[in-house]
């Protein structure tokens, strides 16, 4: 490709109201262009590498053995009424109707469709296991879309979907499509993580997410660097050695006044204590009354384990509105001990597994104004009751799996997600087989997806400098750009011509900057777009018979011999930015 030809108009000044690195440098480097909110055009370099991610995406699919098809972004509201999400998919589910008023939505996933598809064309067990997958544009409104293809409404998603006989068939169709992924992510030259985690409103037993790791990522990690075991925080567990715990200050229990201290950090230093001394109380509202999660002072709630240990699918945090009539104790104050008889719509009490049985606590005392200090874990309350995990995992806490390690917290991106999902779908849609003996049975499924466009920008967030983004080789637009110091010299455009046809010859993906702007300008947007080779062409390079090469992430350029060029090449863009 010649720059002069090349659609891309890259901006000098970094665009207004931009949140992240990684959308700034796309906007910056010509790539995509906002049409509407999370609606993108995507322009000739930043296809390039969506293209690049697609066809090792397609490589490694194929490989497992799934095959690709191609299924309708509009879907019909049968098909999501008969598995209920037409109505449990909220706002999300973009829905509109046909001339003949019938009801369709944009798919925002394609478990109906796929599972409708199967249903009618596969009867028996000899016909399976099959794992069928495509790319595809999806559309899901999302509440707030934002940092580019990070967050779209419309984005490009590879989503699969296993069909087994049995549990063990689907398990191994899921153990497939995770070593493919690991293969995907480390093909695209990503740091990235697998983590268990919650499998949401997708439904399932296992699932995992795939995280390219980034400080500006919006999902948080636990990793434990002892036995390797990591999850997303919404899901992870861990516990806490209790002799790191601040000394205990209560002598003995008794009744204070703590006037207008409503929050944990309020009463904590009215009292002159620590944050850990005291217990706080979150109330829910849910389908079975108030739910309270009773957890340190100093740590936070994991909204999905709580929901998950109530067992409850209404569930959203009680507003200060909703405690009048309840018994006049309001927020700041309340406490666990009586709690449901000092606040009568509270059904459900759960405390977390952090509360340390035998410590003395700050608690609020179901009285305006007032705290307990000196109550007992164990004995004023919790005395009977189970502690759940409900606290979100922190830097430092113990991992529950080798109770060795100290877990670490870090940023991620969702890059990609695989679900057992079981028979959830296949039952509610009767997507049945016949077996060996001729009885009826619900296929096993399992659906597997990968952000594509997320990808793409998740590995600019991954690698970036002050000059620009520094893309990993394999899906960088080019992998080879070359500069002449000065298009109009005839011996060094000759020159420049020659080495880009002998580079395309050998089959790389070549971008030739013939633009007649100054040798400043042209590394500058090399530098922007990240290209991870930059040949300079110039000179003395020539009189010296020797190639100016200097990988995007290295600091030093190289003389190379014209002999040596296309090998030296090879091996450095295979090497990848850590070389
Ligand atoms: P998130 O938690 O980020 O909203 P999700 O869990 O809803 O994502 P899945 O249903 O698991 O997403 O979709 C599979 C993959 O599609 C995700 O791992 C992610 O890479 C990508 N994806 C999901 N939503 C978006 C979006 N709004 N924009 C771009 N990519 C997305
Ligand atoms: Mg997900």
New binding site residues.
């Given amino acids: 490709m010649k720059y002069s030809q090349l659609f891309c108009p890259t901006l000098k000044e970094d665009p207004a109201s931009v949140e992240v690195a990684s959308h700034r440098l796309l906007l910056r480097a010509g790539m995509i262009r906002q049409v509407a909110a999370g609606i993108y055009d995507v322009l000739p370099v930043g296809l390039r590498v969506i293209r690049k991610i697609e066809t090792i995406v397609r490589q490694e699919m194929n490989r497992a053995g799934a095959q690709e098809i191609l299924m309708p972004m509009v879907q019909p509201a049968e098909l999501w009424k008969e598995t209920g999400r037409w109505e449990g998919n909220g706002k999300e589910l973009l829905r509109f109707k046909d001339r003949n008023e019938r009801d369709f939505c944009l798919g925002p ?1 394609h478990e109906e469709v796929v599972t409708d598809l199967v249903r009618r064309e596969i009867r028996s067990y000899k016909q399976l296991p099959v794992n069928l997958y495509q790319i595809q544009t999806k559309f ?1 409104d ?1 509440i707030r879309p934002r940092f580019g ?4 409404r419309e ?1 490009s ?1 590879k989503d699969a979907y296993s069909f087994d006989v049995s549990l063990e068939g689907m398990q191994e169709s899921y153990r497939k499509m995770k070593v493919a992924y690991e293969n995907i992510f480390r093909r695209c030259g990503l740091q990235f993580r697998s983590v268990q985690a919650d499998s ?1 409103n ?1 439904g399932g037993s296992q699932s995992e ?1 795939f995280m390219v790791l980034a400080q500006s990522g919006e999902d948080e990690v636990a990793h434990c660097p002892n036995c390797g075991y990591a999850a997303n925080t919404e899901k992870a567990q861990s516990s806490i050695d209790f002799s790191t715990l601040t000394k205990e200050v209560f002598v003995q229990k008794e009744k204070k006044e703590t006037p207008n201290q409503k929050t944990i950090e309020q009463v904590a230093s009215f009292l002159g204590i620590d944050p850990d001394q005291t217990l706080k109380v979150l109330l829910y509202h849910t389908e079975k009354g108030i739910a309270a999660a009773v957890l340190p002072g100093n740590r936070e709630l994991s909204e999905i384990q709580f929901q998950r240990a109530l067992g409850v699918s209404e569930f959203r945090p009680l507003a200060p509105a909703e405690l009048k009539g309840q018994g006049g104790v309001e927020f700041g104050s309340i406490g666990p001990i009586d709690l449901k008889k000092a606040i009568p719509g509270v059904t459900q009490v759960l405390f977390d597994t952090l509360i340390h049985k035998g410590r003395a606590y700050c608690v609020g005392a179901n009285e305006n104004g007032f705290h307990w200090v000196g109550a007992v874990a164990g004995k004023d309350f919790l005395a009977n009751d189970e502690p759940y995990n409900l606290h979100k995992v922190a830097q430092g806490d113990r991992c529950m799996q080798c109770d060795g390690g100290m877990l670490e917290v870090e940023r991620g991106i ?4 695989i679900f057992a999902l079981g028979t959830k779908y296949s039952k509610a849609m009767n997507c049945v087989f016949t077996d060996e003996n001729g009885k009826e049975k619900p296929m096993e499924m399992g659906c597997y ?3 594509v ?2 990808t793409a920008q998740a590995a600019v967030e991954q690698n970036f400098d002050d000059k620009g983004i520094v893309f990993p080789p394999a899906i960088a637009p080019f992998e080879v750009v070359i500069d002449v110091v000065k298009w109009k010299d005839e011996t060094l455009q000759k020159h420049a011509v020659e080495l880009y046809q002998t580079l395309l010859d050998h089959g790389f993906d070549v971008l030739l900057d013939d633009r007649d702007v100054s040798i400043g300008v042209k590394l500058k947007d090399a530098e922007l777009l990240g290209i991870p080779a930059r040949i300079l062409v110039g000179h003395k390079g020539i009189e010296q018979q020797q190639l100016e090469v200097k990988m995007r992430w290295a600091a030093d350029q190289h003389w190379i011999s014209p002999s040596e060029l296309v090998s030296w090449l090879k091996e450095n863009l295979e090497k990848g930015i850590d070389a």
Avoid: A, N, P
């Fill in positions: 996933t899901r999302e293809l990070m967050r779209g984005f998603m949401g997708i997410e969702e890059v990609g997600h997806g990968v952000g466009s997320r």
